[in-house]
């Protein structure tokens, strides 16, 4: 009895000695890994960061022991979620300013706006989020109340999109701006000759030039702010739409020194300065920061008719939008850039800018192969274009902008012209995939609402009934590949990360439900709760 034991004990012992020593297991898993396959497993086992193997649970525990093991219950695992087109930095100085989102009415605005001046006094007031198509009066608002409230404070508060600041008559003196001021790309919007306040796209600039620069330590803090709301979503890596050099620097220093750990691809903002930088530089690729982008604007955004339409706006006679950057700096970007390494990244929002982009790519990548050259948002194309992303140019949309603008964008650009906007299934059937985004804080972070958007077209009301433009719905299996996969490839990055894959980083979430499977309206209340980046735990 007592040789029996021993021989029990000894290859129990044996058994365990040979198993393969890992960082982290875990198993009873409902995980869809997106791999080539769309293929499904139960069990992952990660060493250094890294998945080592994905299978059953009862081969990973076979083949492998680890100190610290997680049984998962039977809930979804999926890869760690990316955002393919946000404004990280953006949202963490959201953080410190006026949140303006959701405002009901101009009212509601110069409340929140009182209230936070009156918690926090600011030397200049900043705010952001409102938009005047969600009030009963859908006009863009005057400077008038703010004159009156704060004459000596200079105010600039930012639209939803970012296109556009209503700014009271003290910022616009310290920016110098007149009602003789002239100015491209954009408009200072003036009733009977005089300015009302509200700057669209390019003259924004102005003002900015006289806002308080940030500390380094309200730098780092709106990063970190930033960090900790993505993270909390179960974003493992974002795309940030546009940085200056001081802030990639500083987003990598803090990833060295261990303080930041989402992972970023950063497009540089097109300011020659950056671009003398960087393009000489090369690539900058770490395992957190991937710099390889360049960010152009080609136009402004539709809720602010600042989008560049080839007829005019359908409710605002002889109003047809303009482009940011003109059609002979896009090209010549092109040309530029295309002579190097990296990737152009063009948001193009209307129909007219669109086509100036898809002809500058197609001309300045003839030639050229695997370039993943995108276009941000893709909102509204025509219908002779889309046949433009057969040439591996990469559609990079954001799903919720489809659902927050139904209410009246078919006013914007009438029933014909509509067909061809946020038609994410049309660009998906020519492009071969889709990289898909928020582009908050203009919308909220969720990409759990992305999800929703996409495959149901919907608001969290359930409206419309049977969904809008359904025809441009994504199943649920693209809009994963979407959110995962295909925004990796668009990064360059598919081979470490957007699926769960042995020798890719383990980032991955633990999902509250089956976002696969539940009914459509339970989408948005799906909860990332937990959420793995290099296989250490950050929620």
């Known amino acids: 009895m007592k040789k029996c034991l021993f021989i029990v004990a000894s290859l129990f012992i044996f058994s365990c000695a040979t198993k393969e020593e890992v960082d982290l297991i875990v198993t009873n898993a409902n995980i869809y890994t997106v791999d080539a396959d769309f293929s499904k497993a139960s069990g992952i086992a990660v060493k250094d960061g890294k998945f080592v193997a994905v299978g059953s649970s009862d081969d990973i ?37 006026v949140d303006l989102v959701g405002t009901q009415s101009f009212e509601e605005v110069v409340e929140r706006v009182l209230a936070f001046q009156k918690e926090r006094p600011s030397n200049f007031i900043r705010g952001r989020g409102w938009d005047q198509n969600d009030w009963e009066v859908k006009e863009f608002p005057t400077k008038d109340k703010l004159d009156e409230l704060f004459p000596d404070t200079p105010v600039a508060l930012e639209r939803v999109d970012g296109h556009a600041y209503l700014v009271n008559q003290k910022a616009l003196d310290l920016a110098g701006i007149t009602a003789k001021t002239e100015t491209e790309g954009g408009e200072i919007v003036k009733e009977n000759g005089e300015i009302t306040g509200v700057l669209v796209d390019n003259p924004m600039g102005l003002v900015d030039k006289v806002v308080p620069e940030a500390s380094l330590e309200q730098k780092i803090q709106a990063l970190k702010d930033a960090e900790a709301i993505s993270l909390d979503y179960g974003l493992t890596t974002v795309n940030d739409a546009g940085l200056p050099r001081d802030i990639i620097e500083l987003i990598d220093s803090l990833q060295q020194a261990g303080e930041l750990s989402i992972r970023v691809y950063a497009m540089v903002s097109n300011y020659p300065e950056n671009l003398d930088y960087f393009l000489e530089k090369g690539i900058i690729k770490t395992e957190g920061l991937n710099v390889r982008s360049v960010k152009v604007y080609g136009d402004g955004a539709l ?25 002979d700096q896009i090209e010549a970007l092109a ?87 946020y038609a994410y299934k049309d660009l998906l059937d020519k492009a071969g995939l889709v990289a898909l985004g928020t582009d908050f804080p203009v919308e909220q972070v969720s990409p759990f609402l992305t999800f929703y958007a996409a495959v149901a077209r919907q608001d ?80």
């Not at 998962?72 to 410190?96: E, M, S």
């Not at 008719?305 to 059609?327: E, Q």
């Not at 893709?378 to 902008?401: C, E, L, M």
């Open 61 to 97: 525990l076979k083949k492998y022991n680890a100190k610290k093991q997680l049984d998962a219950t039977g809930k979804t695992i999926v890869p760690g979620l990316i955002d393919a087109h946000c404004h990280f930095y953006g949202l963490g100085q959201n953080q410190q300013v």
């Open 303 to 327: 809720g602010s008719r600042g989008a560049a339409l080839r007829a005019p706006y359908s409710d605002k006679h002889g109003h047809f939008g303009a482009m940011v950057t003109p059609v």
């Open 335 to 421: 040309q530029r850039i295309a002579a190097t390494d990296y990737q152009m990244n063009t948001h193009a929002i209307g129909d007219s800018a669109n086509i100036v982009v898809l002809r500058a790519y197609d001309k300045a990548l003839k030639g050229k192969t695997d370039r993943r050259w995108k276009v941000e948002h893709a909102q509204v194309i025509s219908q002779s274009d889309f046949d433009y992303f057969k040439n591996g140019i990469i559609p990079s949309v954001q799903p919720t902008h489809a659902t927050s603008d139904m209410y009246w964008a078919e006013d914007r650009l009438g029933e014909e012209r509509i067909k061809g906007a």
């Open 460 to 539: 969290v009301e359930q409206y419309p009934e049977g969904g809008f433009q359904m025809e441009n719905a994504l199943s649920r299996e693209e809009t994963l590949k979407g959110m995962t996969i295909w925004a990796a490839y668009s990064n360059f990055e598919e081979e470490e990360k957007g699926s769960i894959e042995p020798g890719k980083f383990a980032d991955f979430v633990i999902l509250s439900d089956d976002i696969m499977t539940i009914p459509s309206e339970e989408i948005p209340n799906v909860i990332a709760e937990q959420v793995f980046l290099g296989g250490v735990q950050k929620k």
